[in-house]
């Protein structure tokens, strides 16, 4: 079965620090990755996704998140944050049906 | 363009009482339907999927159900809800395929159980 796992549940970062969030999944056969973000009071959106080629993807506002297929992993990345990424960041995996992570609450202060 | 509505967006129901959840999808057709709770500290908990007319496919064992009586009608239901069934609901719609694309949510039901 498939399965989502975030490492993290709350991050708190000072603005311009870097971040990585990990995401490992399980599952055997071949899927494709996403990460979504929910701003405070706003829809779920899709940040960046993977179905194939190039490991490494690069999202909406400068996010990345590189696909180590070895590791069944899909870390999110952004270099510098902002005060404006403070939102819950979703790791999911799809085959024929979507499995989200727990979700990781990132607080960025200003 | 493709839209989803869910509705109720707020729902305060008292125990033992019955629920229904609607979603319905615009500009699209033969869509992958999807239930999802999302609670604090457990993320998005998928609890239904449908490809299909009267495909229902459960995720978790639990006190709800759904139905798809149309094509782009999704429907949440409960005889009778319990205080854990209290949560945030998304309907959620995808473009059928061997392997899903993006999914788009709907703006989601607060249902509080007291």
């Known amino acids: 079965a498939q399965s989502v796992s975030q490492h993290n549940h709350h991050v708190i970062l000072s603005e311009a620090a870097s971040l990585e969030l990990g995401c490992n999944y399980s599952?055997?056969?071949?899927?494709?990755l996403f990460w979504y973000v929910q701003y405070p009071g706003q829809h779920l959106q899709l940040l960046l996704k993977?179905?194939?080629?190039?490991?490494l993807v690069k999202g909406i506002k400068g996010f990345e998140a590189e696909f180590i297929k070895s590791k069944f992993s899909f870390n999110l990345r952004k270099p510098s944050v902002q005060w404006s990424d403070t939102a819950e960041y979703f790791c999911?995996?799809?085959?024929?049906?979507?499995?989200f992570g727990a979700g990781t609450r990132l607080f960025v202060k200003a | 363009s493709q839209t989803i509505h869910q509705w109720p967006a707020t729902l305060v129901q008292p125990v033992g009482s019955p629920l229904s959840l609607e979603c319905t999808v615009e500009?699209?057709?033969?869509?992958?339907l999807y239930w999802y709770r999302q609670a604090a500290g457990r993320g998005l908990q998928l609890l239904f999927y449908?490809?299909?007319?009267?495909?229902i496919s459960s995720e978790v064992p639990q006190n709800l159900s759904a139905s798809r009586p149309q094509d782009r009608q999704f429907i949440l239901s409960s005889k009778k809800l319990l205080l854990s069934d209290s949560g945030f609901y998304l309907c959620?719609?995808?473009?059928?395929?061997?392997?899903?694309?993006?999914?788009?949510f709907g703006s989601g039901t607060q249902l509080s159980v007291l």
């Open positions: 599952y055997g056969g071949t899927v494709n």
């Open positions: 999911a995996v799809s085959s024929f049906k979507t499995i």
């Open positions: 993977y179905f194939s080629g190039d490991p």
């Open positions: 500009g699209t057709s033969n869509p992958n």
């Open positions: 449908s490809v299909g007319i009267g495909q």
């Open positions: 959620a719609w995808s473009v059928k395929g061997l392997t899903n694309e993006k999914l788009f």
